[in-house]
């Protein structure tokens, strides 16, 4: 009924569909194949209230990575931040936990310094700002009073 030509079209149209889908999955879920992107450094906060693995992470508005773990060592938070390769942080920049609006998702803040070493895979942010909890400001002013 149907000749080899139009099987031999069809089975070309089924391929470059699924390749295009397996494209589509892989960009849109952010998956590197091929290794990453990222470069590894670490920053330990008093508290972490409401971030998750997996948050932004920015400059200016701008997001330049992402939380790659968060895990506990001597009662602080260690936050692992995966910064982009283009972006290189200077040794003295602040990372503070900010919300994107009002009761918005937290993300990480970096304040860029001005020191002229910069950080490489693996080293650590020494300062940072921890998160404001609302809950903590408005027990500490009921209970004051």
Sequence with gaps: MYGKTTEFTVGIFMVVGIAVLIYLSISLGGVT??????????????????LKKGA?????????GKVGGI????????????????IQLTDD????????????EKFIKITPGGSDDYLAEGDELMETESAISLEEL?????FEK
């Design 71 to 86: 895990s506990l060592e001597d009662d602080l938070a260690v936050v692992d931040l995966q910064i982009d390769n283009e």
């Design 93 to 104: 920049s602040i990372a503070s936990i900010r919300t994107k609006g009002m009761i918005g």
């Design 138 to 142: 408005i027990s500490k002013y009921i």
């Design 33 to 50: 194949i091929f290794g990453s992107s990222r470069y590894s450094t670490t920053a330990h906060f008093e508290s972490i209230t409401g």
């Design 56 to 64: 932004s992470v920015e400059i200016a508005g701008v997001n330049i």
